[in-house]
């Protein structure tokens, strides 16, 4: 099978759609089948994981994809949706292009019921062809072995990590932890580490603070603590209460997104605003039941890219039933002239910097 994703390969940390692509792309690989980044002849499977244009992690755009395909009606487009503009509390574009690109999508992969349910309210209509295939994070290196072991009395540390430094991802909640951190009873039951950017100016005065890792580094951090903590909202499919649970750490999670349903059936526990300083000492109470319960965790590459490969499989056995026939000269001639229009604003935008030198 050939495979194409529109991300770029980036190594390091670099957020959740590079994780994806490199961990998917790794699998397939193994198991024989082909996989790009960009959009030679002959695919079986585009795989859109960066729906908008103008993103830095896109190794092609949804346009060239629609020219691709009108060429190519042989090759089935499958969208993967996680992220909205929710996440980020802002207009960015990214709800507005993933229901774009969705027109030309055969099949829509969501990576949770929450963001599925977003979209549908959003117009994305569920009559169509689609499906929900949780995350998973590289069972190699995000696995329990050499968990740490819960001390007998004294501190429980408590870790979370972000790439993002956008302050949805919980910083109120980190901020109020940090607080309680430094006054009875919490400053003897807990300390606390973030793994991570940070919003500019944001400081903590009682919190451990870590630059960015990924790999085998970020899960012996995360190994080396007894329990993670997540306050992100609105999050679709979030790979660091992901890394988390595959490292045998419990979630304490805002009920919000995603999280609920990815953690609560492995030891997640929920918390509001309202309610974080009890929650906080509940979970410290349930933390050994709890953290024998994440331990079933299932969510790795290699049951996620499962799904993925049967998905594609699926989608070949109806190409070689249906046969779609060639392109026609309309069509040909359409992919003509949008390449000359990208070509036309490119070299006016380019002609636009050299003006303003």
Known sequence: MRISINARKIDGPYGGVNQFSNGLESYLTGHGHHVCRDLPAGLDIILVVVSQSSAATASYTPEEIE????????????????????????????????????????????????????????????GRPHSVILSGADEVVFNSEGRADLPADGKLGIVTHHWSSNVMKGFDTYEKLDMLLGQSPCD??????????????????????????????????????????????????????????RCGLPVLYLQSGSSSEYCEPYGGLGFTPLNFESKLLEFREMASK????????????????????????????????????????????????????????????????????
């Open 67 to 126: 020219d691709y395909v009108a060429l190519n009606p042989l090759a089935h487009v499958v969208q993967r949706v996680n992220t909205c503009d929710e996440q980020r509390a802002a207009r960015l574009g990214a709800t507005e292009a993933i229901l774009r690109v969705n027109r030309i999508a055969d099949f829509t992969v969501f990576v949770s019921a929450f963001i599925r349910d977003l979209y549908a309210g959003h117009g994305l209509d569920l």
């Open 188 to 245: 003897s039951l807990f300390s606390f580490t973030y793994i991570g950017n940070m919003p500019p100016g944001f400081r903590f005065s009682n919190t451990r603070v870590l630059e960015p890792v990924s790999g085998v580094a970020l899960a012996d951090c995360l190994r080396s603590h007894h329990l993670y903590l997540t306050a992100s909202r609105h999050e679709p499919g979030g790979n660091h209460y992901i890394e988390a649970m």
């Open 290 to 357: 709890l953290r024998q319960k994440v331990l079933a965790c299932p969510y790795t590459t290699t049951w996620m890219s499962t799904q993925y490969l049967d998905l594609f499989n699926s989608l070949l056995a109806s190409t070689r039933e249906e046969q779609p026939g060639k392109p026609s000269w309309v069509a040909r001639l359409r992919v003509g002239r949008n390449k000359l229009r990208r070509l036309t604003r490119y070299r006016r935008q380019q002609l636009a910097r050299l003006l303003a030198r």
